[in-house]
């Protein structure tokens, strides 16, 4: 039976990017803010696996990062996919996330050395906090300008988790199904 799986980091939702994410939510339906409790940074989407190779890819994510020591690193800023002026993705940047574009770069190869190619996309080490699912009301551009340079919460990276994400009538809910301590 195949599970819909991604490798992930955890964040934190301190109080600014809880009132970004409430201020998101006011945009009614064209945008919708992730849940405080579901955000992450993705360091890699495998798509659907079966539930037999579960304990191949939490191998590849203990090599990768085998010789990575817990970091920190802070949220910066807020952005959009593909651009500003026309967003499907609103996101908070990450700095100081070097280790993180490491393990990233590790566990491609990794993967790759198990069997499982990647979708090609470089890694850009960010948190997605809203999804944009219509065109957006121009307060949208300005609430992203206003906090181009906003300094959010700080991330300690201690873990790297195999999750699995579940889609019901609620929203997606997120499991973990291995977790890998640095």
């Known amino acids: 039976m195949a599970v819909?799986?991604?490798?992930?980091?955890t964040v934190p939702c301190g109080d600014p990017l809880t009132a970004v994410l409430r201020d998101l939510g006011r945009f009614?339906?064209?945008?919708?803010?992730?849940q405080p409790k579901n955000l992450h940074v993705t360091i890699r989407f495998l798509g659907n696996i079966d539930r037999d190779q579960i304990d191949d890819v939490a191998e590849a994510i203990r090599m990768a990062a085998a010789d990575q020591a817990t970091f920190a690193c802070e949220m910066v800023g807020l952005g959009a996919f593909p651009?500003?002026?026309c967003p499907s993705v609103v996101w908070v940047g990450l700095e100081s996330a070097g280790p993180l574009t490491a393990i990233a770069e590790n566990m491609a190869q990794a993967l790759h050395a198990a069997g499982m190619a990647g979708d090609g996309k470089p890694f850009h080490p960010h948190?997605?906090?809203?999804r944009v699912k219509a065109r957006p009301p121009a307060l949208l551009g300005q609430l992203l300008e206003s906090h181009r340079q906003t300094r959010f919460d700080?991330?300690?990276?201690?873990?790297i988790d195999l999750m699995e994400s579940t889609f019901h009538p609620?929203?997606?809910?997120?499991s973990i199904l291995d977790s890998i301590a640095l």
């Open 127 to 130: 948190v997605t906090i809203a």
């Open 170 to 174: 609620d929203g997606v809910r997120y």
């Open 4 to 9: 819909r799986a991604f490798i992930a980091v």
């Open 28 to 34: 009614g339906r064209a945008v919708k803010p992730v």
């Open 83 to 85: 651009t500003p002026r």
């Open 154 to 159: 700080g991330v300690t990276v201690g873990k």
